[in-house]
């Protein structure tokens, strides 16, 4: 079986890439965030320390929890929550670190271990970074 990557193109600037997924691919020469509040298993630390985290625009663990429980059924309102969420001085000064990454850079890699990129906080996170 091949391995296929799992990624999602988002914007033109920023993508989304499981980091397990993105530390395994060579070809990728882009600066990374990790956007998850906990730590991802498996890591080392030599290599997760090339990696900007952002901790201050994760959902809140009392949102990730109650989320959890129905990840398909309750992903609608996990994302107006935790929009809502969003509202805040930390994480608009996380935002608007990764729109100057961006002018600075080019494309900006946002890394999660979730197993469902489209089915987690990323996508609200682009929502934010669109507007």
């Given amino acids: 079986l091949l391995y296929k990557l799992s990624r999602t ?3 033109n600037m920023f993508e989304a890439y499981r980091i397990y ?3 395994k691919d060579d070809s990728l020469d882009m600066k990374a965030a990790f956007v998850d509040r906990l730590y991802p298993r ?3 630390k030599e290599i ?3 990696f900007l985290w952002l901790k201050d625009i994760t959902p809140s663990p ?3 929890e109650w989320f959890h429980e129905d990840r398909e059924g309750r992903f609608d309102e996990f994302c107006d929550k935790f ?3 969003l509202d805040n001085e930390k994480a608009k000064s996380c935002f608007k670190m990764l729109k100057k ?3 600075e850079y ?3 890699a946002l890394l999660t271990a979730s197993k469902d990129i489209d089915l987690c906080h990323i996508p609200v996170l682009l929502k934010v970074l669109n507007k």
């Fill in 9 to 11: 193109k988002i914007t």
């Fill in 21 to 23: 997924d993105f530390i």
């Fill in 42 to 44: 498996g890591i080392r």
């Fill in 48 to 50: 997760f320390s090339n």
């Fill in 62 to 64: 009392a949102l990730r």
């Fill in 83 to 85: 929009e809502h969420e």
């Fill in 101 to 103: 990454l961006e002018k």
């Fill in 106 to 108: 080019g494309d900006i």
